[in-house]
C-alpha cells in the first residue's frame, strides 16, 4: 500500500517564557491510502500541533513531511497554498461554513477556486451530497442546518477537489455520541470509497472502533496501540 502522508522525525517546540518547550519530539507517523488514522491523547498534549505540522498549517522546527512520496517542507508559500486547496482536505471541530452561502455554493466555492470548471464542480457537488444525505439541504443556508449536517457539509466540502489526505481536529466534539458516531462513519466510508488517507486527532474513544489504527500522542511521540 502506498503511503501518502509520511512524518520523519518531526519536532516542534514553542517558545516559552525564553526557554524552548518541545511539543513534537522526534515524531514519526505514517498513512497510507484508504486508512483512517485516529490520534488521541490529553488536552494539550500536542495534538493540533501535530495535525497543523501533517497538514502544512504550521513549520516543524525540524523534520521533514511527505505528501504522495514528496516532501513539503521545501516547497514555497505559493506552491504550499496550492497543495494545501488540491490535495489536503481539513474538518475541524465546528464546520466553519460561510453563513451567506448555500451548502451547494460553499463546496462550488472551493472548487472554484482551485480553477475546477463550473459543470464539473456542480456535478461533484450533487455527489458529495448524495452521498453525506443532504440532497434535501442543497439550498439551505448553515443556520438552518443542525450541527451533524454542518459536519456532513464540512466533510464534502473537504472532499470537493478530490484531496489525497483527510485532516480532522476533533471533528466530533461539537456533537452528541450518535451524531458523532454517524460523522465518523462517514468519514470512513469516504476514505474505504476514494483510496484517501484520513488523520482524525479526537477525544471520543466511542468513534475508534472506525478507524484502522489508533496512536496515543505521549510526550511528544506517537504510540501505536
Ligand atoms: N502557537 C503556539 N504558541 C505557543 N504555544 C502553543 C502554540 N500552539 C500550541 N501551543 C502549546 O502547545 C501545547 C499543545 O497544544 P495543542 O497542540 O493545541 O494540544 P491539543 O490539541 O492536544 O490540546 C499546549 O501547551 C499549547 O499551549
Ligand atoms: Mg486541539
Not at 509520511?6 to 513534537?24: C, P
Not at 516532501?71 to 466553519?96: C, T, W, Y
Not at 463546496?107 to 453525506?132: F, H, I, P, W
Not at 484520513?198 to 468513534?207: F, G, L
Request: proline share 3%; with cysteine.
Amino acid at each position: 500500500m502506498k503511503n501518502r502522508l509520511e512524518l520523519r522525525a518531526i519536532t516542534r517546540s514553542f517558545e516559552d517564557g525564553g526557554t524552548a518547550r518541545v511539543i513534537l519530539d522526534k515524531l514519526d507517523f505514517k498513512a497510507a491510502e484508504g486508512e483512517l488514522v485516529a490520534v488521541i491523547g490529553p488536552s494539550g498534549s500536542g495534538k493540533s500541533t501535530f495535525l497543523s505540522v501533517a497538514g502544512a498549517l504550521l513549520e516543524p522546527s525540524s523534520g521533514e513531511v511527505l505528501l504522495d512520496g514528496e516532501p513539503i517542507n521545501r516547497m514555497g508559500k505559493q506552491e504550499l497554498a496550492d497543495v494545501r486547496l488540491r490535495k489536503l482536505g481539513f474538518i475541524f471541530q465546528s464546520a466553519n461554513l460561510i453563513p451567506y452561502l448555500k451548502v451547494e455554493e460553499q463546496l462550488r466555492l472551493v472548487a472554484n477556486l482551485a480553477g475546477v470548471s463550473k459543470t464539473k464542480a456542480a456535478e461533484r457537488a450533487r455527489e458529495l451530497l448524495d452521498q453525506m444525505g443532504l440532497s434535501h439541504r442543497r439550498t439551505a443556508y448553515p443556520e438552518k442546518l443542525s450541527g451533524g449536517e454542518r459536519q456532513r457539509v464540512a466533510i464534502a466540502r473537504a472532499l470537493m477537489n478530490d484531496p489525497s489526505v483527510l485532516f480532522a481536529d476533533e471533528p466530533t466534539a461539537s456533537l452528541d455520541a450518535a451524531r458523532g458516531l454517524d460523522i465518523v462513519q462517514m468519514l470512513a466510508r469516504q476514505v474505504k470509497e476514494r483510496n484517501k488517507s484520513a488523520v482524525m486527532v479526537t477525544h471520543d474513544e466511542r468513534v475508534l472502533a472506525w478507524c484502522d489504527r489508533v496512536y496515543v500522542l505521549e510526550n511528544g511521540k506517537l504510540i501505536e496501540q
